[in-house]
């Protein structure tokens, strides 16, 4: 796909490779390990509040850049929808390359159609291959060990940890910029 839009006269900086991926986040407890004293067992509380939402998120191993929408409250063909044409819309004049799994919510046909966005599925049942997962690793760790009141107070957290890599493409690069990626591009440009 790099050398056919190479062929086109593309050139690389209209060129956004990213990979995307949803993250639910909610009232449940979210559990991390943690240090405690010798001899004595860390106490958390827990809660178990069936409260849901989703964090949509595309990230470009390359740039640095990154795409996010937060609070929608289903994971489905709608909502994707809504997100790819917002990602489209805050990258005018690119090409996206737009990596992701095989996510029901990933099968509809008109996404194949979708203007300036090119659809790449990864293997089944392969989280390691995408580097959106461990950016929300990361994401995860903000919200670790804790017990929200309301599912706003969760989001203000994510939001912070989504912003502070939003801001800093060095450092999402470092964090997503798997070696294997930085390679293939770097074969084709």
């Known amino acids: 796909m790099l050398n056919d839009l190479k062929n086109q006269g593309i ?22 390990r943690s240090w405690s004293l010798v001899g004595e067992r860390t106490r958390w509380s827990n809660q ?10 595309s990230v470009s191993p390359i740039t640095g850049n990154s795409f996010h929408i937060m609070g929608f ?30 996510a029901p919510c990933h099968r509809l046909k008109e996404f194949e159609k979708m203007e ?4 790449v599925r990864l293997p089944s049942y392969s989280p390691q291959l995408n580097p959106a997962e461990r950016f929300f690793g990361e994401v995860r760790k903000s919200t670790a ?35 294997w990626v930085r390679k293939q591009w770097e074969l084709v440009f």
Do not use: C
């Open 11 to 32: 050139e690389p900086e209209n060129i956004e490779i990213m990979f995307q991926d949803e993250m639910r986040y909610g009232l449940i407890s979210n559990y991390r």
């Open 48 to 57: 178990q509040a069936f409260t849901n939402r989703y964090l949509y998120s």
């Open 73 to 102: 409250s289903d994971m489905d063909g709608v909502t994707m929808k809504a997100y790819l044409e917002g990602l489209r819309d805050a990258n005018p004049g690119k090409r996206i390359i737009l990596i992701w799994d095989n």
């Open 116 to 119: 300036n966005i090119a659809i």
């Open 145 to 179: 060990n804790r017990i929200f009141e309301a599912i706003s107070d969760q989001e203000v957290s994510i939001t912070q940890k989504v912003l502070e890599y939003a801001d800093d493409h060095e450092k999402m690069k470092r964090l997503t910029g798997y070696e």
